[in-house]
């Protein structure tokens, strides 16, 4: 077939493709000068402190920048034996340099962290500057071991070197409860202390089992609205949406007291002998109250997604299925549930996106065995000013939750989603 | 096998959704074994409401419905064994052609070779063959309708109901699928009522009609019977053309009436009039009336063309006729055929015999 490998050309002469190009041209750029201010604004609002939190968890930069001299002649240092004079001499005058710029402190506060002891080792250096007891122009490496036999040690210096990259991926791995050890390879922390880990743990299965009693939750309500006559279905719909429209604070703040001790539960629990007025059971302030508020909340995203798909499903399509011989649990099992499976992993994507990065009510509700990672997050923002970890942390999350979308992509297909 | 001729009976069965308006009054019909039987009237009229009980979808008010000899009304839909094709196809959308066709078998728990076996027999009855493996979208309407139709016969149902299922194609489409189906229901000798709006739909294919309106059965007949001897004015108005007069009886024997119209009278045949002084709706069909009869016909009359339609195979002539210049003739066309030019006056004759005198509109 010659004529379709052919170029064709327009009655003019131009070629169809160039022409059709020229006559779209137009359209293409009033289309993108119509999505123009939302890119602006997702690449201001998102883009950008997203690129912003990465470059902050991974900041190394201070002492780099406080001991240029030191790493460069670190740079042939083979870091096994104690360095060469060049090295110690590069220290001197970079620390001397901050000791003018009042700026030692923190280098010492810094490099304590890699390795104690440091702090006192350099203080003393500092003494013998400002008192200038350092002759410059005799070997300055012996004059600092002599000042403190710690620089006459290799870990010292191998603890210095450590920091010489501007970047880092400490903050990471603290967030997965490691860190660096002394000779640079990476190490867990004692097993008493390994907080982070359970705290991932715990939203994970917080997360899904939030999403799983919203879905056997959300599914016969979903199929109610989308069967149900108009009038009724309508007022269904308010009933579902009505959350919506109430406070987040409130509507935990009513679980409370709903679920507390006294609470209007455990009074009817009480009242109908199911349990003795001594023994109330807790149901805040731990899991049950993080699983019930949050179901709660996050029920009308499982119910919307379900609802919207169930609506495009032809009641004569389980007709059919009946009058083929199938049970109502086979026709409902092979013929409608399938159909429904885009709504299903619209709303479970949905509900444990959101419960996974969740906040508010878990810090209400959660008491100490029910808060996610997100309320570390927010301690680390708001009491111990580590913002770095707080981005690093954050970034897990986020990449977590990438890697939950792809594997739902792999599994189901992104495009088999229905959100409405 | 003698027939049993009252294989699905319909006994004295009432429907209502509210409580309050009767959707189906009384009906009371009987469809034998092997029949194609179409039940035909406007939306509203109840024909669809009455497959649905068949198909157990809706339980009757009152009365029993009968398949073979056993009241159904208490068996669920997907024990009673009725094939049925919906009205939008009702394919499952996530199943291949295969899947679709096999569905009815394997909730039978019928062995694999057996499934194969029956698909493949069920898909060449409507010339499918090679479809297998494709997705219902991926079919084209008249396709998807075919499969529709197999899968309501593969698992060889007693009966097949069919909801209007030619509705959503085209013309040309739908001719040939009504003489396909035809052409199915004769070779396997199934038992089918089909429920359709559309009149000709229904005289192409059935061997009886059942026209429904306000939820009772006007008239039960062949269709040549129904077309040529409606029994009331809705069933001659619903079924093909017709030209009415309305009167009174002014006189009446066995097979003659007069009817007395506004300013004149015509013969009529007296169908559900009994005696003189009844209003009356005279029904006549187009193309029973002719013009410059040269035979002798007992009604004769002169009316003025208003109107001259060509319609290619025949021409559609508006008259001013009898004080109604809604009288409408339709003229073969042939090569003799005279020129009909409006405003000339020319001479109708017809049969009284064919201007039926029914029920008053």
Redesign the interface.
Known sequence: MSSETKQILTTDGIPLEVSLKKAEKKNKIKAFLLVAPLLLFLVITYVLPIGEMFSRSIDDKMITNMLPKTFKEMETWDGKELPPEEVFAGFYYDYKALVEKQEHGKLGQRLNKEKNGFNSTTKRLFRNIKRKKIDESISIKEQMIKVHPNWNKVEYWQAIKRTAPPYTLAKYLKGMDMYYAPDGSVAQVDEDRRIHRILWLRTLEIAFFVTLFCFLMGYPIAHLLATLPMKYSNLLMICVLLPFWTSLLVRTASWMILLQQQGIVNDFFVMIGLVADDSRPEMMYNKVGTYVAMTQILLPFMVLPLYSVMKTI?P??M??????????F??FW??YF??TIPGIGAGCLLVFILAIGYYITPALVGGASGTLISNQIAFHMKQTLDWSFASAMGLMLLSGVLVIYWIYNKLVGVDNIKLG | MSKNPEFVKFDKVDKSYDGKVLVVKDLQLDIAEGEFITMLGPSGSGKTTCLMMLAGFETPTNGEILLDGNIISNIPPHKRGIGMVFQNYALFPHMTVYENLAFPLRVRKVEKDEIDKKVDKALSMVSLNGFESRMPAQLSGGQQQRVAVARALVFDPAVVLMDEPLGALDKNLRESMQYEIKHIHESIGVTVVYVTHDQSEALTMSNRIAVFNDGKVQQLSDPAELYEKPVNSFVAEFIGENNTFNGEVADIDKDKCKVKLANSEILANPISVKSKGEKTTVSLRPERALINPTDKMDNMFTGKIEEVIYHGDHTRVRLNLLGSSEFILKVPNSTSNLELKVSEDINIGWNSVDARALDPK
């Open positions: 032809s004569s399509l007709r059919a299925g009946k009058s083929l011989g199938g049970t109502p086979v026709a092979k013929v399938p159909l």
